[in-house]
């Protein structure tokens, strides 16, 4: 995956929310120091966790889509 710098708002243009067609997803129990690690890397980085976690899933389904060739 290749460095991308993300709008530090939390809404790239790349993953702009669509109405109320979005939808949230909680995830819990994080372990509290490596979620403190990477929230103070993507400040560091000015990179948007939101944006960085839906980036991260876009790839990972198409490296899934690549590989079953659909």
Avoid: C
Avoid at 2 to 31: A, C, M, V, W
Wanted: charged fraction near 35%.
């Amino acid at each position: 995956m290749t460095r991308q710098r993300f709008s530090s708002g939390g809404y790239s243009k790349e993953f702009k929310p669509h109405g109320n067609t979005g939808r949230r997803y909680l995830l819990d129990k994080i372990p509290a120091g490596f979620w403190t690690a990477v929230q103070e890397k993507a400040k560091r980085e000015k990179v948007s966790l939101r944006a960085l976690i839906l980036r991260l899933l876009t790839d990972w389904l198409a490296d899934d889509v690549e590989r079953r060739g659909l």
